[in-house]
């Protein structure tokens, strides 16, 4: 899935605003990394859609489709905590939506 313009990616971003606005908050701060907590204050969402944007949350936001699934966000675990980061896929499909 390494390619830029993978279909399966551009659907999933152009599907849901959610995940649209998580992958340009991680962006917007890239190469930074953030957590899901920051992410959602700073956005303005709710936690559970910035948790089910990122990796998958029931039917509402299908684990196949989620920002860690598409290697669009790289997820660092490291003393408990859980980091989420764009990826440069992430950057460069999400530049390719905003076109």
Not at 23 to 37: D, K, T, V
Not at 62 to 81: A, C, F, G, P, Q
């Amino acid at each position: 899935m390494s390619e830029v313009t993978h279909p399966v990616a551009i659907f999933a971003l152009r599907k849901s605003k959610i995940r649209r606005e998580v992958l340009g908050y991680l962006i917007s701060i890239y190469p930074s990394r953030s957590y899901a907590s920051e992410i959602a204050r700073k956005s303005q969402l709710r936690v559970t859609d910035v948790c089910g944007a990122l990796n998958g949350l029931s039917d509402r936001f299908k684990k196949e489709n989620s920002l860690v699934d598409l290697n669009l966000v790289e997820k660092t675990e490291r003393d408990n905590y859980v980091f989420y980061k764009a990826t440069e896929l992430g950057v460069k499909t999400l530049s390719i939506i905003k076109e």
